[in-house]
């Protein structure tokens, strides 16, 4: 069992619909906004070594990029923490704080609990104008495929390349490009946080089209061998870069870092190199 | 060390506003939207007993809970589920799903992620006019001190009395009950999640005031010695009943079932029958 299937029963409850974006949507007078939580905790999402600073502003990260995914500007973040030591909290809610005020969010409540290992929850909420908001939806045949920065960097460290540790540590949302990209139209988006392969089959489910890749045009983490580094790219988690199509006549566009990776195609499948690529990636699992 | 005393270390991060209420307040037009969160885990939170249903629909109501205290509506639930058995999750979230489309609420989110126990995190949304937004502040002296329903059945069923199981397994939250308070202008609110006490003395931290109650005309559960039921209502926790101050000449106020307890005195102290209560009652510890 994977939380890709899970989800189908949550789906078989709630509604298939509130289940497809890295968000859920609220009208909010003539704007809109964007919801999302993510839960981590220390033996899947904390490797050793990180601080309790670090271990904030991660927790902080993910639910920024969530948000940045859907074109929006974060505004407000709450936080449920489960703590074995409750010596961590204040380092912990540090970093959260640091990397919130970062990206221009406050923190406005949250909970503390006692649990068997350290766990966070956090709960974020980002404001965007209707006509910007982006969906995982809205790729059409013919649409670039691109991606923000470098992808793979938070794999490679935990395969060993100390000098990518940051990137998994203190992953840096793409809050500012979200927003760009949102006003300048791309056509659908989400973050790549489990890595490209699962996230193009990601926009597969929300889409009526497929996607074909070149593995030559990856954006690829620097000092590791090309076809691992590939690989780490692919299937590599950790990374919170955001994957986008855009119609060709909007390319390239200005004050964003990215990369054509590929286009959008009727096929319904996900292709690199010509091949179907393999559906494999960060997932959690129970036997 | 204790979960009140933790929260000083947030208060010195985030800001002491931000941790004094039941949900964090926010800006929604002509309307406030109010927003909180709670994490639950099998250790603690769900005693043997309790089915898959009840744990949703327990995980669903101390979040509407917290929105009925300020006088607002739920909306919107989010769920993050942490589960080490992925059996479990298709009866929480039929649970969760129904105790929200009871009380008015959709859910429109969350996130799965695989743990070491049953641990669920909801967060809820709920709007209210702003005139009726109640806070815990806003206690005057000469007010009554009153609380809806009945205290201390949850607790009672964990030290035997079969008959109150469904007062702990399946919460009522107050929903109605807080908006009827929330327009009659009730001076100060918030749930009783961890039991009488501990109420008045967190509301006792958001004003400028104390409180004065008379264990005679607490609302007791039946079919339990007075002087226990009194120990139960004070200092148990797992109910989740209304308790709010009001001028005396709003009082009674039709359509809520609430019992006056005691009265708001400018003496920032809290008493019972003129003694000072003792500052206990559910709290999460660390050693």
Known sequence: MDDRTLLKTVMGIIGRDRCLDDCAIIPFGDQVMVVTTDMLH?????????????????????????????????????????????????????????????????????????????????????????????????????????????????????EGYARHKLALFEPQPRVAEGQVLGRMGVSAMMDVSDGIALSLYDLCEANDCGFSIESRKLPLPAGIPEVQAQELALHGGGDYELIFTCS????????????????????????????????????????
């Open 248 to 287: 060709r006549d909007r390319h390239p566009i200005a004050g964003v870092q990215y990369t054509v990776i590929g286009e959008v195609i009727a096929d319904r499948r996900v292709f690199v190199d010509g091949h179907v690529l393999e559906k494999r990636g960060y997932q959690h699992t129970w036997v």
């Open 42 to 158: 220390a033996t899947t999402d904390f490797p050793g070594g990180m601080t309790d600073w670090q271990i904030g502003w991660m927790s902080a990260a993910v639910t920024l990029s969530d948000i940045a995914s859907m074109g929006a500007a974060p505004r407000f973040v709450l936080f449920a923490v489960g703590l074995d030591r409750w010596e961590q909290l204040a380092g912990v809610m540090q970093g959260a704080y640091d990397c919130c005020t970062r990206y221009g969010a406050a923190i406005i409540g949250g909970d503390i609990d006692r649990h068997c290992e350290l766990t966070i929850v956090s709960m974020g909420m980002g404001i965007v104008e209707a006509q910007y908001l982006v969906k995982r939806s809205g790729a059409r045949a013919g649409d670039l495929v691109c991606v923000t920065g470098t992808c793979g960097q938070a794999q490679a460290f935990l």
